[in-house]
């Protein structure tokens, strides 16, 4: 057995340059961190706390460490302070969103400890946060800023075991009282994410360095576990399977003591960390092959809480806004993959139900920024404001993720939502209601509800699903609502008739259809005014800037060919289109060689689409957006009403597509793109 040492870090600087620290929140893990500052570039020089008096204490012993003029007060006292550069936030799990926030509209670089979020939609929206606030934020995974990590991590990139087959990674420990913030579910307690992070993200890089991506995220995940009577997780272990075909066991608990190692399979050997997540001064790796007798390597000297300080600082020094040993979107990636953890062993935080009151991440009230890009339009019988982008209620997996989205839309001056009653079985009408209850807007939003999908697209189905969206929504009127659908087999007249029955009794402002032919919806109006009801005044058909071939799915109606776009510009009906990006077409992953998606291929590959994509990729160099921008602003830039639905899964993707809403183009231009000039 061979050993080899690790250079010890270098000595760090003195004096006034040094960058100045804040600890929010001194408990035991501040502690820890607090005992390895004096090996860092940094210096404490502010301690805060909720407790004057825990403040006070934490500050005299910093004078132990070497820091002598520590100012101990409040948070906001703190993050007042001139000297603080960043700050190192260790409260309980449920406390960090709001100190996080606090302390970037403060000009602060912030170290966070895991879990950044106790869920994905919160998690996002403090990473989205420090993008616009243009400041570093790092997710406190210690370990991964040791070098024995990326000792490891280089092991397995040169293929010491040869080719990565399996991860087996634990983190468990038994605290013999079930009290405290460990067993508190109001505190986000329990094994996952107290310390079920530091196996998930030792696995995924490992499956970053033996296949080049930039962040491994399970496409499969399977986990059984134990409940404890205080209602969080004690003990559980769950099952991983990558991409490439790498799995990996991973275990955490808070009443069960593990061994706590790694061991990582190779087709060649394995890889033995016995101490991974680098509590000891000497911790080693021990590779074992069938090609030569096992070596140790060794790691002596090494402060991990100075390391990632240092981390942090040196982002901030650079003007990124994420240190590269735990990036934004790894970070993003592990609390999806610790949702779908606790989700597969039945572990919902009370705070998280679907009938929470979930406050916006800052803690403060809704409001449209003052720099909000959106732009809005009318629609006959709304007296509201219209933004001309429409949010659309189905790709939220939870509340604290529908909440976190639209937030965000609405800051960025949202008005529209478009839901609908078979969206998610009815749970996402319910989501969507619950938010605006608990952010007070149901006058200043426009909803749309949807109902009668095939097969129950008759009168009286209408009038069921149309009662039951509202009891779902807690409202007593949809602003908007369309049929999703059309049944040729049903006199257009009685559709006309208990639409406008529902108008007049003031369960719906204005009426249309979704995926109606243009023909039934003129045949509509004819009726209703030869018989003094309302007409159709919306309609919500597939249109973008490719033309459709086909519909992606059965029923569906598109408007994007040439008499269609007459026909809307003749009437000035406003079209609320779905599917502007032609399901992905112009984000750069359809080209005439790839095939492999039947669907695109079968609805937009052409010729003419391809060369509209060019084109469009052509004008997005010349405005400095995407291509996707591009298609969005002709969605906008039509000589009829448009109002394009998108459907974002994250703030990023909003942000992305929104992009869209700062480009102008000329008539000359729109034609051009559309191969007619």
């Not at 969103?97 to 996002?124: W, Y």
């Not at 405290?180 to 994410?193: E, Q």
Request: net charge negative; charged share 20%; proline share 6%.
């Amino acid at each position: 057995m061979s050993a080899q040492t690790a250079t010890p870090s270098s000595t760090p600087p003195t004096g006034s340059d040094r960058p100045g620290w804040a600890v929010l929140g001194p408990g035991s893990i501040a502690r820890r961190f607090l005992s390895q500052l004096p090996t860092s570039t940094g210096v404490l020089v502010a301690a805060g706390s909720s407790s004057a008096e825990r403040a006070q204490r934490f500050a005299d012993e910093a004078a132990e460490h070497g820091f002598a003029d520590v100012r101990a007060g409040s948070y906001e006292d703190v993050l007042a302070d001139e000297r603080v550069d960043a700050v190192y936030v260790a409260t309980v799990h449920t406390g960090h969103a709001d100190l996080v926030v606090r302390a970037l509209e403060a000009g602060k670089a912030v170290l966070c400890e895991k879990p950044l979020a106790p869920n994905h939609g919160t998690a996002m929206a403090l990473v989205d946060a420090a993008r616009q606030a243009g400041l570093p934020l790092v997710e406190a995974f210690m370990y991964r800023f040791h070098p024995q990590t990326a000792a490891l991590l280089d092991l397995v990139r040169t293929g010491a075991i040869g080719d990565v087959v399996h991860v087996d990674a634990s983190f468990a420990f038994r605290a013999a009282e079930r009290t405290g913030r460990l067993y508190d579910p109001a505190t986000a307690g329990g094994g996952i994410l107290d310390v079920g992070g530091y196996p998930v993200t030792m696995a995924a890089a490992v499956v970053q360095a033996a296949t080049g991506v930039p962040v491994a995220e399970p496409v499969d995940l399977t986990a059984t576990g134990a409940l404890g009577p205080t209602g969080v997780d004690e003990w559980t272990v769950a099952h991983l399977t990558y991409r490439t075909g790498i799995t990996a066991s991973v275990r955490t608990g808070v009443r069960l003591q593990d061994d706590n190692t790694v061991t990582v399979h190779g087709s060649r050997g394995r890889i033995v960390l016995t101490d991974p997540w680098t509590l000891s001064d000497d911790p080693t790796i021990t590779v074992h092959t069938v090609d030569e007798e096992p070596r140790t390597l060794s790691s002596t000297g090494e402060h991990p809480y100075a390391h990632e300080a240092d981390a942090t600082v040196a982002a901030l020094r650079s003007g990124a806004v994420e240190a590269p040993q735990m990036t934004h979107d790894e970070t993003l990636a592990t609390v999806r993959t610790l949702d779908r953890w606790r989700a597969a062993i039945g572990l919902r935080y009370p705070f998280e139900a679907e009938t929470a009151d979930i406050p916006t991440v800052g803690g403060r009230p809704l409001r449209v920024r003052a720099d909000a890009p959106m732009q809005y339009g009318t629609l006959p019988g709304i007296d509201k404001r219209v933004s001309r982008l429409v949010m659309g209620v189905d790709n939220q997996p939870d509340l604290a993720h529908a909440s976190a989205l639209f937030d965000m839309f609405v800051e960025q001056g949202g008005t529209v939502f478009d839901t609908g009653y078979i969206y998610g079985g009815g749970v996402l009408e319910g989501r969507l209601g619950t938010w605006i209850q608990n952010r007070g807007i149901r006058d200043d939003v426009v909803v749309i509800t949807k109902g009668a999908h095939t097969p129950y697209c008759d009168p009286e189905s209408l009038s069921r699903q149309l009662l039951e969206s509202l009891e779902r929504q807690g409202t007593d009127h949809a602003d908007v609502y369309m049929m999703h659908r059309d049944n040729e087999d049903v006199p257009v007249g009685e559709f006309v008739d208990v639409l406008d029955e529902h108008r007049r009794a003031g369960r719906i402002r204005v009426y249309g259809g979704s995926n109606w032919s243009l023909a039934r919806f003129d045949e509509a109006n004819a009726y209703a005014a030869a018989n003094g009801k309302h007409g159709f005044e919306v309609l919500s058909n597939h249109f973008g800037l490719a033309e459709a071939y086909d519909v992606p799915w059965e029923g569906c109606r598109h408007v994007t060919d040439a008499a269609s776009k007459q026909w809307l510009e003749e009437r000035q009906v406003p079209l609320l289109p779905w599917s502007s990006q032609a399901r992905g077409f112009f984000t750069g992953r359809a080209t005439p060689e790839d095939t492999s998606d039947a669907e695109l291929v079968r609805c937009y590959y052409s010729d003419a689409n391809f060369e509209r994509l060019r084109r469009a990729r052509e004008l997005g160099e010349q405005h400095g957006v995407p291509a996707t921008a591009i298609a969005l602003a002709y969605v906008l830039h039509q000589p009829f009403p448009t109002f394009p639905l998108f459907g974002p899964r994250t703030i990023a993707e909003a942000r992305s597509s929104m992009t869209g809403l700062s480009v102008e183009l000329s008539p000359e231009q729109v034609a051009w793109l559309d191969l007619r000039a």
